[in-house]
């Protein structure tokens, strides 16, 4: 194999390692938020729930999580799971991605003083003006750099999608490597996690910049 | 009358911050809040603010009732929609300021006239700068909270709560949070909002500006009204004890 037709065979191996990244941020970023205002709900309930939630999915390995959500319908119910993968595997990442997102909207919001809180009241503000207004915008300002941490971790816990053999990058690497005998493959898998994370760090970093217009 | 407080009672815990407190403060009056440390001055003007839910009493504005005590000695205040209603009536200037950092000066003071009282943009903001202008500080309208001194800043807030339109303004410690030299210019935007005749209730420590400024002067000591009235009076010729001692202090 020619390292030109490696290259183009890992492609789309790299395109499907995206796909997994960006649909995981698009359903995790936002179902944090929600877990991390349950999680202050007034219902002992529901933050009971929430809680369990989140100390399960920290204390527990990703891999196996993925195949929880894979095999699970099959083992609990004997459904079938065919054509159920690709669903398994974003439902796994963006429940576990949530939860540690969750834990940082949280921090960042119980980080905001209090006065800024009294301000809006005696304003007039209702309670979601005061959170979308005053509070999250200053709230995601606080918590980019933790942000970009958890990021450049999912860029690399894409590789775990191998697990329920889903041809992303890293799987595709293994095989060829496998099948030709040569290091090349990995070589080829690590310079491109590399850069995607280069770029992230780069747009992140973008990102705090833009917000540094204020103290 | 403005606001009517009586017999506020506020307890945290087993402590008992306010034993029955009545105050009323009458269009165009300044009102000046002293004592010690602990007295309780803060935490009435936060009851009276909402920031804190009273234990009994009675709040009114405008002869509205916001809050009352009932026959089982529960105090009922209104619904909160219409309790935001009455947050229209007055405006609170914090000793910490408690600007909005992200917006910058002219934002302060036209988010919540927009978003709140869904006043147009245009007129937000010509109020806005009117405000800033008569503050002294109309080059800062595009300035962020952090860029600006804390004289600044406090002067800031004093025309966020103003741009509202409230009936009345309290102000908890405006100087306290200041360097000295700072507290003058802060002092002086205060003084010429009484010469207009603005209705104000200042918690303070600034006896001076107090006695200045005020029309009664309201020194409470221990949860309570030990003695309030004219200022010469209460300041020159106190007539408990309490405040007798509580003034030697200053004059030190």
């Known amino acids: ?215 | 009358m403005i606001l009517e407080m009586k017999n506020i009672e506020k307890h945290f815990d087993d402590l008992e911050i306010l034993k029955g407190i009545s105050m009323g403060v009458d269009s165009g009056e300044v009102v000046s809040i002293i004592g010690p440390s602990g007295s309780g001055k803060s935490t009435l003007l936060r009851c009276a603010t909402f920031l804190e839910t009273i234990d009994g009493g009675e709040i009114l504005y405008m002869g509205k009732e916001a809050a009352h005590t009932d026959a089982n000695g529960k105090v009922v205040y209104v619904h909160h929609k219409e309790l935001r209603e009455f947050r229209s009536y007055y405006g609170l200037v914090f000793q910490q300021f408690n600007l909005f950092p992200h917006y910058n000066v002219l934002q302060n003071l036209t988010d919540a006239p927009i978003e709140v009282q869904h006043r147009s943009k245009d007129e937000a903001e010509e109020t806005a700068m009117e405000l800033l202008r008569k503050m002294g500080i109309e080059d800062k309208a595009k300035a962020y909270p952090y860029q600006l001194s804390g004289g600044q800043q406090q002067r800031v807030a004093i025309a966020r709560a103003l741009a509202m339109k409230p009936e009345i303004l309290f102000f908890d410690e405006p100087t306290s949070a200041l360097d000295p030299e700072l507290t003058g210019e802060v002092l002086k935007v205060i003084r010429q909002l009484a010469d207009e005749k603005m209705t104000m209730v200042v918690v303070t420590h600034e006896m001076a500006f107090a006695k200045a400024v005020s029309n009664r002067v309201i020194f409470m000591a221990g949860g309570v009204i030990v003695e309030q009235g004219d200022p010469a009076q209460v300041f020159d010729d106190p007539k408990e004890e309490r405040t007798k001692q509580f003034l030697r202090v200053f004059e030190r």
């Open chain 1, 1 to 215: 194999m020619t390292l030109s037709t490696m290259l183009s065979t890992m492609a789309a191996g790299m395109l499907r390692t995206c796909g997994i990244f960006a649909l995981t941020l698009i359903g995790s970023l936002p179902l944090g938020m929600v877990v991390a205002l349950l999680r202050k709900s007034r219902s002992p309930i529901v933050r009971g729930i929430i809680r369990v939630y989140i100390s399960v999915i920290r204390g527990t390995p990703l891999m196996l999580q993925l195949l929880v959500w894979y095999f699970g319908p099959f083992y609990l119910f004997e459904w079938s799971i065919r054509g159920w993968r690709f669903p398994a595997l974003i439902l796994g990442f963006i429940v576990n991605y949530a939860a540690y997102f969750a834990e940082i909207y949280r921090g960042g919001i119980e980080s905001m003083p209090v006065g800024q809180y009294e301000a809006a009241e005696v304003l007039g503000y209702t309670k979601t003006q005061t959170f979308m207004r005053i509070i999250l915008p200053q709230v995601i300002k606080r918590i980019m750099p933790s942000i970009t941490n958890e990021v450049i971790t999912l860029v690399k816990d894409t590789s775990l999608a191998f697990t329920l053999a889903y041809q992303e990058v890293f799987s595709l690497a293994k095989q060829i490597s496998a099948s030709q005998t040569s290091f090349m493959p990995f070589v080829i898998a690590g310079v491109f996690y590399f850069i995607a994370n280069y770029a992230v760090q780069f747009a992140m970093e973008r990102i705090e910049k833009a917000l540094n217009y204020y103290r």
